[in-house]
């Protein structure tokens, strides 16, 4: 699995454990009130099933059943047939940018706050971290690129940006880097996609021309890209 998978089944573990919380908490308040107390767990309790729900969805684990489905005897999960997720990061990170955009679209105000639609904003943001660290190395914003240090010419570091390298001749390994827009997560601007890949390979272009003195070669702008919600997104 590469690090995207690993980064969302740590964000998949954190919702499990929130749900696990949650039913914890009205089972034992259940079990010392009357009957008002069952009624309103039981209403808390269908914003677990929704959130249950959209965690299937998500890990496509019961993708064929119907999303307002009751899980009754006649659709038990275990019969039901998991679809694989997609192998590639960026496509896996597609695959969640479009289930919650998706989901932002349809929802009114009210229910843009929802736990649903709060647990995949925050699983594309977790998912998302080792992809936007590749991101900051391509572009110079973090301070060093190990994965140019590596001199392996069948390694590729940068293929999840849709970048790949071939060894030059000569008695120094240099790189020529190509480029394949279609292969960068689906939510970022196509417009911006060849940009990015220039801004990278410019930068290393100049860092071998000048030895690294250039002033734009040091990195540590202190800037960075990340997710925002909300108000927070400017």
Same mark, same amino acid.
């Given at each position: 699995?590469?690090?995207?998978?690993?980064?969302?089944?740590?964000?998949?573990?954190?919702?499990?454990?929130?749900?696990?919380?949650?039913?914890?908490?009205?089972?034992?308040?259940?079990?010392?009130?009357?009957?008002?107390?069952?009624?309103?767990?039981?209403?808390?309790?269908?914003?677990?099933?929704?959130?249950?729900?959209?965690?299937?969805?998500?890990?496509?684990?019961?993708?064929?059943?119907?999303?307002?489905?009751?899980?009754?005897?006649?659709?038990?999960?275990?019969?039901?047939?998991? *679809?694989?997720? /997609? !192998?590639?990061?960026? #496509?896996?990170?597609?695959?969640?940018? =479009?289930? @919650? +955009?998706?989901?932002? &679209? *349809?929802?009114? /105000? !009210?229910?843009?706050? #929802?736990?649903?639609?709060?647990?995949? =904003?925050? @699983? +594309?943001?977790?998912? &998302?971290?080792?992809?936007?660290?590749?991101?900051?190395?391509?572009?110079?914003?973090?301070?060093?690129?190990?994965?140019?240090?590596?001199?392996?010419?069948?390694?590729?570091?940068?293929?999840?940006?849709?970048?790949?390298?071939?060894?030059?001749?000569?008695?120094?390994?240099?790189?020529?880097?190509?480029?394949?827009?279609?292969?960068?997560?689906?939510?970022?601007?196509?417009?911006?996609?060849?940009?990015?890949?220039?801004?990278?390979?410019?930068?290393?272009?100049?860092?071998?021309?000048?030895?690294?003195?250039?002033?734009?070669?040091?990195?540590?702008?202190?800037?960075?890209?990340?997710?925002?919600?909300?108000?927070?997104?400017?």
């Amino acid at each position: 699995m590469t690090p995207t998978h690993h980064s969302l089944l740590h964000g998949l573990s954190t919702c499990l454990t929130h749900i696990k919380q949650r039913l914890t908490s009205s089972t034992e308040g259940c079990s010392k009130e009357d009957k008002p107390a069952w009624l309103k767990a039981s209403s808390g309790l269908r914003e677990v099933r929704a959130l249950l729900s959209v965690l299937c969805d998500i890990i496509q684990w019961v993708s064929l059943l119907p999303v307002d489905a009751a899980l009754t005897d006649d659709q038990p999960l275990d019969q039901a047939k998991p *679809t694989p997720l /997609p !192998s590639r990061a960026t #496509s896996l990170l597609t695959h969640l940018h =479009a289930h @919650l +955009l998706s989901r932002i &679209s *349809t929802y009114s /105000p !009210s229910q843009s706050r #929802s736990e649903p639609v709060l647990a995949l =904003a925050y @699983l +594309l943001k977790t998912s &998302s971290q080792p992809l936007l660290a590749l991101l900051h190395q391509w572009v110079g914003l973090s301070d060093t690129s190990p994965a140019d240090a590596v001199i392996d010419p069948d390694d590729q570091p940068w293929s999840d940006l849709g970048i790949t390298r071939h060894a030059l001749g000569g008695q120094e390994t240099r790189w020529e880097y190509t480029f394949s827009s279609s292969k960068m997560p689906g939510f970022i601007p196509k417009a911006d996609r060849r940009t990015l890949f220039e801004a990278g390979r410019s930068l290393r272009l100049l860092r071998e021309a000048s030895g690294g003195r250039h002033p734009l070669c040091a990195g540590g702008w202190d800037l960075s890209g990340s997710w925002g919600w909300g108000e927070e997104k400017e």
